[in-house]
């Protein structure tokens, strides 16, 4: 007896935008690399293609590649891939697993606002809220005067320091990180 999927379930395995798809090279011809992914076509053409050119150059058809899709309907009724997306996500997901880990990791603080320092880590921003700074860095703030806070702040731009991440959104992209 073959085993029969309802549309429902069929509509339910469709990738949407933004899923992390896997599938295999069928062909690169042109500045398409078209992709196939079981259940539809996938291409990665345009400016995806050439932002991603190096990576693509090593890829040949019958390899197994993930990508993000970008676009459901589109370039000739197919789905629209990336890998620069899907680096992104990429570094998040690595973001994610140092946390669940409850590792601390090197960041360098690249900004500062009034609320605390902007700290990047893998390439991804995250905020230091001033709560959260070590006791030698908040003594550095209690010996200054609060209204030039800014002014103390900015001192520290260039510095590097351990973090913990204390929180982290995968869907907004938004990263909370501790010195304690």
């Known amino acids: 007896m ?3 999927k309802k ?3 069929i509509f339910d395995e469709f990738p949407k935008e933004g899923d ?3 599938g295999v090279v069928l062909e690169k011809k042109g500045k398409n690399v ?3 992914l079981g259940i539809t076509l996938g291409v990665i053409f345009g400016r995806e293609y050439l932002l991603a050119r190096n990576s693509l150059r090593k ?3 019958g390899e197994k590649i993930k990508a993000k899709v970008i ?10 891939l990336s890998l620069r997306g899907l680096r992104e996500e990429i570094k998040w997901e690595k973001i994610r697993q140092i946390k669940e880990e409850g590792k601390k990791i090197e960041g360098k603080v690249v ?7 902007l700290v990047k880590i893998n390439d991804i921003q995250g905020f230091l809220p001033i709560s959260h700074f070590s006791e030698k860095r908040l003594q550095v703030l209690k010996d200054s005067d609060r209204k030039d806070l800014l002014k103390t702040l900015q001192k520290f731009v260039g510095e590097s320091l351990e973090v913990k991440i204390l929180n982290l959104s995968l869907k907004t992209h938004r990263l909370v990180l501790s010195e304690k």
């Open 2 to 4: 073959v085993n029969k």
């Open 7 to 9: 549309n429902s379930e």
């Open 20 to 22: 992390i798809v896997e």
């Open 34 to 36: 078209w992709v196939d």
């Open 59 to 61: 890829i040949k058809p």
């Open 71 to 80: 676009e459901v309907n589109g370039y000739r009724g197919s789905l629209e």
């Open 111 to 117: 900004s500062v606002n009034k609320g605390g320092l």
